[in-house]
Every structure is written in C-alpha cells, then in structure tokens.
C-alpha cells in the first residue's frame, strides 16, 4: 500500500531502446560470428527505431559482450619493434614529428583509435547515444609487457565519440577469472577459461539527456553491497544516478528459471536504492524496473524483442543507501550477547542438584 504514497517523479523521462538478441553462448565465443552478432544487434535495433521513426530515443543499449571486437589500450611506457611502426606508419612525413617516442605514441593511438573507428558508423546510424556491451585489452607497461582484459559497457555519442566506460567491477568467481591464479597460473590449464578478468575500480557516471546514467554487468545486480557501494560511491561524488542500466548476456542459462532469478534481483536492487533499472539481456529478460520494484516492461524468454522504455527518475533516499547491514549486524550482536553466556554456561558443565540446606528438604533411603 506504500506504494501509493510514491512521489510522482519530476523531469522530462529517458527515453531507452533496450535490444534483446537470442545468440547461443557457442556462437557468441566462435571469433569467425563477430560480424553475424553484430549484424543481428544491428537489424533489431535499426527495427525498433523504425518503429517509432519522428523520435529518437536518448539511449541504445546492447547487451553485455554483444561487440566482439572489443577495444585496445595501450599504455604509454609500451615500445613496439621499430619495423612493425615503420610498416604500420610508412616513411616519416615532413610535418609530423620524425623522433622514434613520437612515432611510438602515433603507432599506440593509431592501434587504439583502429577499434572505435570500427564502431563509429554505428552510432552515426542510430544518431543518439549508445551503450554497448564489449571486450576491452589493456597491454601494460611492465617487463615483459603483459596484457589485462576486462568486461567492459562503452558510452558513445551520436557522433561515435567515446563518453565514458565501465570495466566490470565484480568479476565471476570461476566463471571469469580463478581465485589466487595470478599467484599460481598453472591454475588455468585445470579449467577451459584462457585467463582471468581484471575487476574494474570505479563506477561511471555519463549525462544523457539531462539525466545521469550508470552502468553495471551481468549478475552484478544479484549483489546487494555492489550496487549499493556503486550508488553510494558517485552520490558521495555529487553523481548520484537517476537510471542504472544493466547489460547482462544470460544465454548461459537456456532459458530456465536462473533468468527470472536474476530479474526478481534486480528487482530488491531498484527497491534498496530508490533507482531505477532497465536491463538489456540477450537471450532475456529484458527489462524496466522503478524505484518503487514495479516492473514496467519486461521483454521475452529467448527470443528477439526492441524494447522502448520510458525511465523516470525517483530520487529518493533509503535506510540501505544510508546504513547497509549495520541493522543487520546490530542483531546479530544483539543476539550473540543474550546467547552467549546461555551457551558457555551449559558447555561449562551441567547444572548440579541441591544437596541441602535452608529451603531445602535431603530425602535420605531407608
């Protein structure tokens, strides 16, 4: 009944288009259907943006990992073999800077920028902002240079220009990466994983539309304190969001109940931070959630759906986002204190029956 005393939101909505695909977990990890699963993405996104041809909606989302190329960043500190810059690059030009640093720097850029040109013509298509769900290598600067790979969410603007992007910060136990295996490598060739994720480090905040949008991966929303720390940590930032946006890819399921599971989580998220979440699942479901847990749309079970969702932001404040499990952890010292004693009183020995003395009355046998 509480539900009814909601504020009304305020604000112009966000309007989102979320694009559910149906690709098999096979196919998503065979290199050679890169292009056919962007080309099913694209085909369902460019059919619910023609459904509503005169409006553009503020935001595209696919889902997580649907870009198989993924991106390339190249730290500074990194030298590439001069004869691989020299192919890459051709002769020095007379007005571009001829020193080997400055063509290492122009050869790292140009690797990097190689794989956003790639996604560019997309988000020209589209003409609005995308969020999209992709693979992204880091080659660090160390001796060897070794490589890191995170589970990435890349903003792009109209224009195809890069706003901002999300490394998942919770990566899957055994699913993405094996405990201690950076310790012991070998660990690896006991498992069909090639290596681990690098957990991402902060959250990300882009503006799109007026309104501020995050980010969050896969099963991250089936962790209470994970969305609870990442809103907390840009609200601490004067960022707080108005919209949380899930990518997730639950073709590892075949449809069964572990989709409805991830739902109903996201679900008690919305509720536990008065925000509210849209979720782009391939192979479903799908997904818009307010702040209050209703769900306001929800797409299909293994099957393609373009989803038009309009986001209203809440804006209100919960007892979650202010104490988190300090509640729950005060009963349970509460509860140790007044059980406690009991306990060690009984492990310390049984209690002994009177033997006599005043109020008491010694039965001796005849």
Not at 5 to 31: F, Y
Not at 149 to 155: E, R
Request: hydrophobic share 45%; proline share 10%; with cysteine.
């Amino acid at each position: 009944w509480r539900i009814a005393d909601a504020p009304a939101p305020a604000g112009d909505p966000l309007d989102v288009l979320l694009v559910q695909g149906s690709i098999d977990t096979e196919l998503k990890h065979d290199p050679d259907a890169a292009v056919t699963v962007a080309r099913h993405y694209d085909d369902l996104t460019m059919a619910g943006l023609a459904a509503e041809p005169g409006r553009r909606p503020d935001l595209v989302v696919w889902p997580e990992t649907m870009w198989r190329v993924g991106l390339l960043q190249v730290d500074p500190g990194v030298e590439f073999p001069a004869a691989e810059v020299e192919d890459a690059l051709g002769p020095p030009a007379d007005d571009a800077p001829s020193s080997p640093a400055a063509r290492q720097s122009r050869y790292r850029r140009l690797l990097e920028q190689q794989r956003l040109d790639a996604l560019a013509p997309f988000a020209k298509r589209y003409a609005t902002h995308w969020l999209v769900g992709l693979d992204r290598q880091r080659l660090v600067a160390a001796a060897p240079p070794r490589w890191e790979s995170y589970n990435s969410a890349l903003f792009l603007d109209a224009a195809g220009r890069p706003l901002g992007c999300y490394d998942k910060m919770h990566p899957v136990m055994f699913g993405e990466y094996v405990p201690a295996a950076d310790w012991f490598p070998f660990l690896y060739r006991l498992t069909p994983l090639p290596g681990g994720l690098t957990a991402g480090r902060t959250p990300v905040m882009v503006p799109i539309a007026g309104r501020r949008v995050t980010a969050t991966i896969c099963y991250e929303t089936a962790l209470p304190e994970a969305v609870r720390s990442l809103v907390g940590e840009l609200a601490a930032a004067g960022r707080r969001p108005d919209v949380i946006v899930n990518l997730t890819n639950d073709g590892w399921f075949w449809g069964s109940s572990e989709l409805d599971m991830h739902l109903v989580a996201a679900i008690f998220r919305a509720v536990e931070v008065r925000t509210p979440i849209v979720i782009a699942a391939n192979t479903g479901l799908s997904a818009s959630i307010d702040g209050s847990g209703r769900l306001l749309a929800r797409g299909p079970r293994r099957q393609t759906a373009a989803l038009r969702v309009a986001v209203r932001p809440d804006g209100r404040h919960s007892p979650w986002l202010l104490a988190g499990s300090l509640p729950v952890g005060a009963c349970v010292a509460i509860m140790a204190a007044v059980t406690l004693p009991c306990l060690l009183s009984r492990l310390g020995g049984r209690p002994r029956l009177p033997t006599g003395g005043a109020g008491t009355t010694a039965f001796e046998p005849h």
